[in-house]
């Protein structure tokens, strides 16, 4: 349990923190804006793709190979983070924001949570981003009892590795989109969002179009071939989403409360994989793959809504906030 609690702050500093290091870094060293988006991609394309994949190589050779153990992944992941940690705490530069705002933490909460309500591109945004990264670890749970459901034999580290490999492909094609100043990232996220919808509705099509195998063991059957394949496509728009989603963090959320806001968007997709997985066993996996279908449909129409006033120029309203609150400070200290 303790392990978990850990875990679970560990994953909102990786979510969060790095991110808002970098595009303040960025924007303090002058750097040019669209150079955020080719430096999202290649994080996306090496860190997610390539690396992963290495890792799961790395992994299998420790366990199966030098015969080290199940535990010895974990182990040589403790290792390449302290050599990680070494590495950033001596070559980056601290960023402690602006110190004449140095708020407690039940401020800062409620400063983002203003921000949030005030915003209706960043509401659209946050809730985007709970939409389709829900979806996404929900598929993270699902896929390997939907490629087998009669016990195949599938080969899950190659499947993984194919994965991990669409991801790579998608992530090149975002930078090659973001790279077009002709190409809206608010638009063709669209497009995204339905193809990753019509991806995860494969396996609940499938079972009515194709007639399911009651023979336990053997290959994958072809309804797996077709949901395989679908599934591919899926990790093809998660490696387009990553680097989409920071280009238009960067563009919508403040500097001055961007950890928070991010971190506030971790509080509804939480909740929503811990109800999936909750109900895991009371629904057919169709009926969760239909859901993360609608979820995923319903973030292409926000991100629609999000395409048309994304146009209007940065609202006001921020720095607004900002003003009536040290107002209300000075009134309360009065």
């Not at 009892?145 to 991990?164: R, W, Y």
């Not at 120029?313 to 900002?322: F, Q």
């Amino acid at each position: 349990m303790v392990g978990r609690i850990l875990g679970g702050i560990a994953t909102s500093l990786l979510f969060s923190a790095f991110e808002s290091w970098l595009v303040a870094e960025h924007f303090k060293r002058g750097f040019e804006q669209q150079w955020l988006s080719v430096t999202f991609s290649k994080a996306i394309f090496l860190g997610n793709g390539l690396v992963a994949i290495l890792s799961g190589l790395f992994g299998n050779l420790l366990v199966d190979t030098m015969n080290f153990g199940p535990v010895s992944p974990f182990d040589a992941a403790a290792v390449f983070l302290a050599i990680g940690m070494a590495v950033i705490l001596s070559s980056w530069t601290e960023n402690y924001g602006d110190s004449s705002e140095n708020k407690d933490l039940l401020t800062q909460f409620k400063g983002a949570a203003i921000a949030i309500a005030s915003d209706e591109k960043i509401a659209l945004l946050g809730a985007i981003q709970s939409l389709f990264e829900g979806s996404m670890y929900t598929f993270v749970f699902l896929w390997t009892p939907a490629l087998s459901p009669n016990d195949e034999d599938i080969p899950h580290g190659f499947i993984f590795a194919t994965f991990m490999l669409a991801s790579m492909l998608g992530s090149s094609i975002a930078a090659r989109l973001l790279a077009r100043n002709s190409v809206k990232v608010e638009s063709y996220m669209q497009i995204v969002f339905v193809i990753s919808s019509i991806s995860l509705m494969l396996p609940t099509l499938t079972s009515f179009l194709v007639t399911p195998s009651n023979v336990k063991g053997g290959s994958i059957s072809f309804s797996g071939c077709l949901q395989l394949l679908g599934f591919c496509t899926f990790e093809a728009c998660v490696g387009i989403f990553w680097p989409s989603i920071m280009k238009m963090r960067s563009q919508y959320i403040p500097e001055e409360a961007r950890s928070t806001i991010m971190n506030f968007f971790r509080i509804p997709l939480n909740i929503f994989v811990c109800i999936v997985l909750y109900n895991v066993n009371a629904l057919p996996i169709t009926i969760m793959f239909g859901m993360c279908s609608i979820f995923l449909f319903t973030a292409s129409i926000l991100q629609r809504r999000l395409s048309a006033i994304g146009e209007k120029p940065k609202t006001e309203e921020w720095t607004m906030l900002k003003e009536k609150n040290a107002e209300d400070e000075e009134l309360n200290v009065a």
